[in-house]
């Protein structure tokens, strides 16, 4: 199946003898392993235990074969559970002109909350050379704060021994939701992003293209006013979805339920779910398809460097492993992941996999603040309601 096809046209995503230089890795790979560089770096998560996985059994352990006096530690916050607070401390210690006690960060926050408060370094080319190799206008979306690193989409993951034609629209899944009580589930929003984007999805089907459109930038509480429409169409299927109204506590529970057979049908981000699919937890009979109208959303997760942190040029080094063409293969290998940079230079088997996607046509979410208060109402709004 082509990734056009699977992802189509509108939420087209991302889009070894390496080179070498005793100053870090060039643009298409790696560096010498002699490397006298020295110190720590600590990456800061907020997010799934995947990503924590891809830092720990993939990037790091990659890194130090050409690094190895430079130790990678992560710290993790769970889904991100801990955001606000966590963008409040480094505030505190941003404007005292103290390391935070993390060097990097890989969060949802680091384009929205932190970009906005002014808590990161700019970055470019100078300091991150392979930066030039991720198009222009993924760049932009970090802010000027942001290094996209890797990409992914949401997908609709069905069970084909039971679903022989999968919804092919917004409008179709949800009748097909009605029409199929018990079989389809998505985790509570605040969770995961698989079932942030099915929320995201149902509530932008009720705005304007003016209102989405902000709402991919900034808070706006008239748009914001907006979602009653789409929060009471979905209180309207809490009868319908798995165990009338029961909502998983993360992407992977999700996961869990589609392996096991206990649902037939559900939102699932695209580099989870080939994942899972490789390791043997989801059968080879669980397909996966995009709907439009609108379709599922999708995105480039980005890095961020807190302005007070210790050790830049370890930092940037670390970024620029990650931005390689090395570094982007573990990505793609480990979790799946979307390269960001230039398919031409990727290991042909990379480029093969991923050969119909764009990176540059992404069907963004909302603005982080604004996904946070999506949510806060979600919390109030649909569980348990009808």
């Known amino acids: 199946m082509k990734m056009r096809h699977v992802l189509g046209a509108v939420v087209g995503v991302v889009s070894m003898g390496l080179m070498v230089a005793a100053c870090g890795p060039t643009s298409s790979g790696g560096a010498s392993s002699q490397s006298s560089q020295k110190g720590t770096v600590t990456v800061f998560i907020s997010g799934d235990t995947n990503v924590q996985d891809l830092w720990e059994k993939g990037l790091i352990p990659a890194f130090n074969k050409q690094y190895p006096n430079i130790s ?51 970055v470019s080319t100078s300091d991150i050379s392979n930066l030039a190799d991720v198009p222009a206008d993924t760049v932009s979306m970090g802010q000027g704060v942001g290094i996209p690193y890797r990409a992914s989409s949401v997908l609709l ?33 605040s969770t995961g992003g698989s079932g942030g984007a099915f929320v995201n999805t149902v509530l932008d089907s009720h705005l304007a293209k003016g209102q989405q459109d902000v709402l991919r930038l900034k808070k706006d509480a008239s748009a914001e006013a907006a979602w009653k429409e789409g929060f009471a169409k979905l209180a309207s299927l809490n009868p319908y979805v798995y165990q009338k109204g029961v909502y ?9 339920l589609l392996g096991q057979g206990s649902i037939e049908m559900a939102p699932v981000w695209s580099d ?22 609108p379709s599922f959303t999708g995105s480039a997760s980005y890095l961020g460097i ?62 982080s603040e604004v996904s946070s208060d999506m949510n806060d109402q979600w919390d109030q709004l649909v569980p348990g309601r009808q």
């Open 72 to 122: 990678v530690k992560t710290e993790i916050d769970l889904h991100g559970e801990h955001d606000q607070q966590t963008v409040a401390k480094l505030a505190t210690s941003t404007k005292a002109g103290d390391d935070p006690g993390y060097q990097l960060v890989d969060a949802g926050w680091v384009t929205g909350q932190a970009a906005k408060a002014n808590l990161l370094d700019k």
């Open 157 to 189: 993951a069905y069970d084909s021994t039971k679903v022989k034609n999968p919804p092919k629209t917004l409008a179709a899944l949800l009748q097909w939701i009605v029409d199929n009580p018990g079989q389809f589930a998505y985790n509570s929003p």
């Open 272 to 293: 989870q779910f080939i994942t899972a699919q490789k390791t043997g937890t989801i059968p080879d009979t669980v397909k996966y398809a995009q709907i439009s109208g």
């Open 248 to 256: 998983p506590n993360g992407n992977n529970q999700v996961l869990s």
């Open 306 to 367: 807190p302005k007070t942190a210790s050790s830049k040029k370890n930092v940037h080094t670390l970024v620029n492993f990650v931005l390689s063409t090395q570094g982007q293969k573990v990505i793609a290998d480990e979790v799946s992941g979307y390269p960001v940079i230039s398919l031409d230079k990727m290991d042909k088997s990379v480029a093969e996999k991923f050969k119909d996607a764009d990176i540059s046509a992404l069907r963004a979410g909302y603005y």
